[in-house]
């Protein structure tokens, strides 16, 4: 056995099964802070080597006769100073103070350390050859700085709509340019379409459990929002009719794909049945479908189905990265078109011509789609330890998403197990800000995109999925 790469088998310190049980009496320090003193301490002064495997937080925890969450804490600090890390499948290592210190101390460390499950970003890209060719877009942009500083036309240049076009021919959508807008993001079209569809005072319809994007600007433009009974495939479309009997609505909005929070995903049928409805009231259908690339079969789009009602957003925020404030909005005739440029043209003036640059040379020349590539195969991978580690039947999601939807087991409450994420160092978003109608159900979403790498999100499912198969009586954090 390499003396890099062993399994601590006990020192005279142990007493348990797990190989290393210090004393934690001896720093006066609270019990999951003591763990990463005694890590600290124990790797100074030789007693633990660099690629020592350490005990799992189970383990130490019988060992050392405190609850989960303690030890988890503990490991977590430890990941925080740079001192182990986790490797996916194999467990959590000693790591060479020398190369810590290599990589950048603490700031280096933060790589390993704890995870936010409440930001819904998809993946960040890591492959050397992928990110080579994102960095050298933003150098061969430089040659064009001056021209791209400047006030632009409205829209998109032809190159750009062309560049968005070809995007969306990707999701099964021909549209004439006369149709197309190029926005500053999908909230500035959301906004402008919710301003065109409906005054202060209307009803528009949207799914209980939403984006809850839509309700903040609902608010703003004192609309109301009528929530929607779901079942696992989204919206019921009896209840829409019903809706659209008793309170007249202008538009329903729809998160159709990979629904935020739910994971949802309107099957063709379903979509086929709410155009019958909204066509029979003449309701507009606003689809939001921010995750239009990342499943690799998606239904047929409402767009594509009902081009006449339909306000089609496709952000790209969900699928190249949320810091590219642009979003492709299709209206449903040239007509409707033109008041939907001045309303943007006069809340935003124009969309980046940076980020719109940059979106049409990643579009055009392939790098968008190696980068969606990249996030739904990341994508897919995270979902598989989600399904090896979180108890079966406790969360919804679909194998090509970055975020789950766990209903949480009898006696937890959102909160409360929202407040054991944080004293893991974990976040994760209840269901409140979700709710349109009705008392919010007992669930949470858990996000596994954005900066955190499979390590991260091993441990912190681990720690999330041990919540799950106890009680939080069980669960509470004693230090």
Known sequence: MGSMDRDLRGDG???????WA?????????????????????IRTGRLTPGTRLPTQRALAEALGLNFTTVSRGYVEAHKRGLIEGRVGQGTFVVDPARTARSGGVEGAARTGPVDFTMNLPPEPDAPALQATMQASFAELSGHLNNLLRYQG?????????????WLSGRGIAAPRERLLICPGAHSALSSVLGQVARAGDTICAERITYPGIRALAAHLGLRLVGLPMDR?????????AACTKVAPKAIYLNPLLQNPTTATLPRTRREAIIAVARRYAVSIIEDDAYAR????PPPSFAELAPEITYYVAGLAKCLGAGLRLAFLVAPSPRSALPLGGALRAATVMASPISTALATRWIMDGTAEAIVRFVREESSAR???AAALLPA?????????????????EGWTRSAFASQGRSAGLGVVGSDPFCVAGTPPEAVRLCLGGPSTRQQITHGLEVL?????????????YI
Do not use: M
């Open 383 to 385: 979902q598989r330890i």
């Open 22 to 42: 210090p004393d934690l009496k001896r720093w006066g320090k609270p019990h999951y802070r003591a763990i990463a003193e005694a890590l600290s301490d124990d």
């Open 233 to 241: 495939h989204g919206v019921d479309p009896d209840a829409f009719a």
């Open 13 to 19: 310190r142990s007493g348990g099964p797990g190989g």
């Open 154 to 166: 409205f829209g998109g240049t032809d190159e750009d709509k062309e560049a968005a076009l070809h």
């Open 465 to 477: 999925a041990h919540a799950l198969e106890g009680s939080p009586a069980l669960a509470s954090t």
């Open 294 to 297: 990342i499943c690799p079969t």
């Open 393 to 409: 039947g406790s969360y919804t999601a679909d194998p090509h998403g970055f975020h789950a939807w766990i209903t949480l087991p």
